[in-house]
C-alpha cells in the first residue's frame, strides 16, 4: 500500500468478518482512503489482448514463450519472471484459446519465492463467516480448480504442493478485484483492497488509474467513524435480485451476509419481490440466505413455494425473448404485462428499465425523451437505496438523466420559437433546467475521481463541464425569448 499522509483506516479482524478495514474517523464522500499497486494482475479471460499490460495485442508475441506480449512489455520484470514457465503451455493449434484466466493465479503462485507478501496473499482467502467452507476433497473435485490444477502443474511443469494451489484459489477467487483502466479489463490482487469486506450496498468506490495499474479508494458516501469499509464484486448489482447475487458470489466462494442479502425486502429496494395473487400485497421469500425457501405475503400471509417463484421468472424470461420491436416498445410492453406480477423494482423491471433508458439515441422523439426520463427518475431513485454516492451506475444514470433532459429543453426552446403547440409552462420548463443542472454537478462530483492524467482523450469531468455550458447557453437564450 502506498503511503498517506494521514492514516484514515485499520486492519481489525473479527469471527463475522475475518480480517477487515474500518474507518478511523468519520469519512466525507469523494475522500481519498488509500491507493496502492497490485502485487499481481491478469487479463481475466480476455483474449487478444496483451498478457502483461492487458492492451488490446492481436499480433505482437514474445520469441521465448510465444504468448501475446506486446513489444514494451516483453522484457519487464514481470513477464521475465513467467516466460520460462509460459515458453511450454503455448497454443498449438491456431484456433486454441490461451487460459489467460490461469495468468493470475500463475503470477500468485510466483509469488511465494517472497515469503512476506505469500503469507498476506494466502490470508486474503478468509473472510470470516462470510467464506464458504470448502474441504480439500471438494477443491478436488471442483471443475475450475481442476482446471488451474493441470494449468499449473501438467502446462506449465511446476510442482507445487496442492495445499499451496487451493490457498492461491481460494484467495484469487475471493478477493481478486476487476477493474477498467485505460480501455483496458484488468483483474488484479491487492494486499490492503482484498480485505474490504462485500457488500451488495457498498460504501467505497474504486478506480483504478495509469499504466502500472495503480487503484484509489475513495469513499462514496458518508462512513463513520468504527464502520467497515466495503466493496461489491458484482458489476451490476442493482438490477440483480438476492437469489442471482448470492449465486454469482458462490463462484467467487463467498456467502454474503450484508444488510440487503439479510433482509427479504433487501433494504426496502424490493428487487425480488412478487405480487400476491390473492390481496396483490407483496411476496418476499422468508430467509433469503438460507437457499430455497418460502415465499410469503407481507399483507395476508399466503404462502408460494420456491419452485413456483422460480418457474413463474423463467416463464417471463423466455416470454420475453420473443418480444420485438424497438426497445422503448419492448419496455413498454414488458411493464405492462408484469405490472401485476412483478413489484415495479423487481429486477427484471429494472433490468428492461436500464436497457431501454441506457441505450440512449440522438434522434429520441419527445415522446421518447420524455419516457426515458420517468425511466431513469426511477431508476436514479432505486440507486440511490442500493448503489449510493459517488458510484459509477449512478454517475452513468444521472449523465443520460441529464442528456435526456437537454433533449427535452432543446425541443421546448424550438417550440417556443416556432410557437408550435405542446409548450410547457416557463416555471415547468425552468424546473427541467433546474433538474439537468442537478443531474450534470451530481455526476461530476463522482467523475472527479476517475481523473488521470495518463489516459489520453477527453475526461469525463470535461464532457459534463461542456454540457453544463451548454446548459447555460440554453437557459440564457430561453430567458432572452421570454423578455
Not at 481475466?44 to 512489455?73: H, S, Y
Not at 519487464?76 to 516466460?83: A, F, R
Not at 438490477?239 to 458462490?250: D, F
Request: net charge negative.
Amino acid at each position: 500500500m502506498e503511503a498517506l499522509d494521514r492514516v484514515l483506516f485499520r486492519v481489525t479482524e473479527n469471527e463475522e468478518d475475518g480480517r477487515h478495514l474500518v474507518a478511523l474517523r468519520d469519512l466525507e464522500p469523494g475522500e481519498l482512503i488509500f491507493s496502492e499497486h497490485p502485487v499481481a494482475v491478469g487479463p481475466g479471460d480476455a483474449q487478444g489482448v496483451c498478457i502483461v499490460c492487458c492492451l488490446p495485442n492481436t499480433k505482437d508475441v514474445c520469441n521465448r514463450c510465444w504468448w501475446p506480449v506486446c513489444e514494451e512489455c516483453t522484457n519487464t520484470s514481470v513477464h521475465q519472471d513467467e516466460c520460462r514457465t509460459l515458453s511450454s503451455c503455448a497454443a498449438k493449434e491456431p484456433d486454441f484459446r490461451l487460459p489467460t484466466q490461469f495468468i493470475l493465479c500463475l503470477r500468485a503462485v510466483l509469488l511465494k519465492k517472497n515469503l512476506r507478501v505469500w503469507d498476506k496473499l494466502i490470508s486474503l482467502g478468509s473472510h470470516g463467516l462470510q467464506s464458504i467452507p470448502h474441504p480439500t476433497q471438494a477443491f478436488l473435485q471442483d471443475p475450475n480448480f481442476r482446471l488451474f490444477n493441470t494449468f499449473i502443474r501438467e502446462d506449465c511443469g511446476l510442482s507445487v504442493p496442492t495445499e499451496d494451489l487451493i490457498s492461491v484459489h481460494k484467495a484469487v477467487q475471493s478477493s481478486s478485484m476487476a477493474s477498467r483502466a485505460g480501455g483496458r479489463q484488468i483483474e488484479g490482487i491487492y494486499l490492503q483492497g482484498g480485505l474490504l469486506t462485500h457488500s451488495c450496498i457498498q460504501n467505497t468506490r474504486t478506480v483504478t488509474k495509469g499504466k502500472t495499474p495503480k487503484m484509489y479508494v475513495y469513499s462514496s458516501v458518508f462512513i463513520r467513524k468504527g464502520e467497515k469499509l466495503t466493496y461489491c464484486k458484482l458489476p451490476e448489482v442493482v438490477a440483480t435480485g438476492t437469489v442471482e447475487r448470492r449465486r454469482q458470489l458462490r463462484d467467487s466462494l463467498l456467502d454474503c451476509q450484508c444488510s440487503r442479502c439479510r433482509d427479504p425486502s433487501e433494504c426496502g429496494a424490493h428487487t425480488s419481490s412478487l405480487y400476491c395473487q390473492r390481496c396483490e400485497g407483496v411476496c418476499v421469500p422468508l430467509t433469503p440466505t438460507g437457499g430455497e425457501c418460502s415465499w410469503e405475503c407481507l399483507n395476508c400471509g399466503e404462502k408460494i413455494s420456491s419452485q413456483f417463484v422460480n418457474t413463474l421468472l423463467l416463464g417471463i424470461k423466455e416470454n420475453t425473448r420473443e418480444f420485438k420491436g424497438s426497445r422503448s416498445s419492448r419496455y413498454q410492453r414488458f411493464r405492462e404485462e408484469n405490472r401485476k406480477i412483478l413489484h415495479p423494482n423487481h429486477y427484471l423491471q429494472t433490468g428492461e428499465r436500464a436497457r431501454f433508458f441506457l441505450q440512449f439515441s440522438s434522434d429520441s422523439s419527445v415522446d421518447e425523451a420524455l419516457l426515458r426520463i420517468s425511466a431513469g427518475k426511477d431508476l436514479l431513485e432505486l440507486v440511490d437505496l442500493l448503489d449510493p454516492g459517488l458510484s459509477i451506475f449512478r454517475e452513468s444514470i444521472l449523465v443520460n438523466l441529464g442528456t435526456s433532459l437537454q433533449i427535452l429543453l432543446s425541443d421546448q426552446i424550438v417550440k417556443k420559437q416556432t410557437g408550435d403547440d405542446g409548450c410547457l409552462e416557463d416555471k415547468q420548463v425552468y424546473a427541467v433546467f433546474r433538474d439537468a443542472m442537478f443531474c450534470f454537478k451530481e455526476a461530476r462530483l463522482a467523475a472527479v475521481l476517475e481523473e488521470d492524467p495518463d489516459t489520453v482523450g477527453e475526461s469525463p469531468v470535461h464532457a459534463i463541464d461542456e454540457n453544463l455550458k451548454i446548459l447555460e447557453e440554453m437557459r440564457d437564450y430561453y430567458e432572452s425569448q421570454i423578455d
